[in-house]
Each structure stands twice: as C-alpha cells, then as structure tokens.
C-alpha cells in the first residue's frame, strides 16, 4: 500500500527531536533530512543578572512571559542570584500575562495563575487580549526568547509603559554549510517538503537568503514547488511574514501532527 509521504525528500530544520521526527516521516514512507536552522542557543546571563537584580529589587506591576524556556531560565538565573523567593513574591503581587501552551505549563508548575493568556499561541492573540488594559505609568516585565518581539514592545510604551525587557537566551546563525547545501538542493529540485517547528528557523533562514538575494526566488519555489510545512501558527505566520502563501500546518502544535498533516496533504494532492 503507497503511504502519504512515499519518495518524497522532507528536510527538518529542527534541532531536536529530529531523530522522532525522522521515524514519522520514513513511516509515511518519506526520505528525511537534517537541515538544521535553528543555529544554537546560549544563555546570556552576564546580561541578564544585572537587570534581573535591579527589576526584582525595584518592583513592577506586570510581568509578561513569552516561552516556556526563557521563563524558566529566569527564574533559574534568579535562583542563581539567590533571589529566587523576592522573584516570587513579585510576580505573586504582580499582574502577568502569558503565551503559549509551553509557557502557561511552566508558570503552571510554579503556581502562577496568568491574568491574561492568548488564545491562539502568538504575540498578536496575546496583544489582543492585553488591549485596554492601562498601562500607563506602569511597570512592565517582558521576557523575550532569541528575537525581541518589537509590536509588544510598541504597543506597551505607546500607551506609556515602562518597558523592562529580558532576553535570557540568544541564538547565533545556524551553519553557512548547512544553509549553502540545502538552497542547493533545493535548486537542483531534490527536495519536496521543508518542516519548519519554530518562528526562529524560518527567520534565520529568509534572513541568509536576503543577504546572498535569493529570497524571492524561494518565496517562488515555497509556492509552487516545494511545501512549506509549519508546526503551529506562530511558525506559519513567520512563513507568511516572509510572502509564503502555501503553507501546510496542523490544528494541534505537536511535530507528529505537523508530519501526519503533510501526509495527509500529499496524499490528497496526489
């Protein structure tokens, strides 16, 4: 029986769980490849502790929390600081809002019960629900992960807050080897699918084919030849930011869904 994914060549530009991923993909009966565009990620603590420190110490009305991962790296550098209690009782005093299934299970495991949440995993679902809310003359927190979300940012101080942003971990580049083999692959039509499972991927990405201009060029290619595949919204936004019109993306954020779904996809395609 032909299966979904059969021959066809899916990159996954992820960095973990590519081995899970790869199982999916050769059980749909596809070929997949590494491609790795994440880059890596480091912790940027030396920047971080002075802030963190200072905020603790003076106190804020909001805390707003962006990922899972970066949340927890905060209150790990807090607990490195010894200040992990002060913290805590801050955010218990504090208004906080929150994105992401990820990010909710963390503050979740600590006890905080977000005041505002989004409703659909992005930064424009959570600016929706954090609207008329006053923020003038307050404090607010912003814990950002890798790229500083700058419509958050805007919309907090144009209506007059004071911005305090924390950006606990930082990506760097993924490899330029990585990036030159899969645009040649692509080039050369071996590849029918690229799985994208973060915003970060598709933005490294684009912003390596903008520097050496072959970002319209792909833009073409996702459209017509080969599927963009997102793992949730906020990664299919990121797509459509950078004029990918064809993108194919579960209902349900998990990496086994987003392979199922390109199954499906193929298989009704033909």
């Known amino acids: 029986m032909k299966k979904g994914l059969s021959g066809k060549k899916v990159v996954l530009a992820a960095s973990r769980k590519t081995e899970e991923m790869s199982v999916l993909v050769e059980k749909q009966g596809g070929v997949p490849l590494v491609r790795s565009l994440q880059g890596t990620v480091f912790q940027a603590d030396d920047e971080v502790k002075p802030i963190l420190k200072e905020t603790i110490q003076q106190g804020f009305d909001w805390a707003i929390f962006t990922t899972g991962i970066g949340t927890q790296a905060l209150i790990d550098i807090a607990e490195e600081l010894s200040l992990k209690e002060d913290f805590m009782i801050q ?7 929150t994105r992401g299934y990820k990010t909710f299970a963390v503050l979740s495991k600590l006890g905080l019960k977000p005041d505002v949440k989004d409703e659909d995993g992005t930064v424009a679902g959570l600016i929706e629900q954090l609207n008329g809310i006053p923020f003038a003359g307050k404090r607010v927190l912003v814990q950002l992960h890798g790229e500083n979300v700058p419509s958050l940012i805007e919309f907090l101080q144009k209506d007059g807050a004071t911005v305090i942003e924390m950006l606990p971990y930082q990506h760097v580049q993924p490899e330029k080897e990585t990036l030159d083999r899969l645009v040649t692959e692509l080039k050369k039509g071996e590849i029918d699918a690229i799985c994208f499972t973060s915003a970060i991927q598709v933005r490294s990405f684009f912003h390596y084919l903008h520097e050496n201009q072959y970002a319209n060029w792909l833009e073409e290619t ?11 919204k906020v990664t299919a936004e990121a797509l459509e930011e950078e004029g990918v019109t064809r ?9 086994g869904a987003m392979i199922l779904e390109l199954s499906r996809y193929v298989e009704k395609k033909g």
């Not at 955010?91 to 809002?97: E, H, I, P």
């Not at 996702?222 to 949730?232: D, M, P, Q, T």
Request: proline residues 4%.
């Open 91 to 97: 955010l218990n005093k504090a208004n906080v809002a």
């Open 222 to 232: 996702l459209n017509e030849k080969v599927i963009a595949v997102a793992v949730g």
């Open 247 to 255: 993108i194919v993306y579960p209902e349900l954020e998990r990496m």
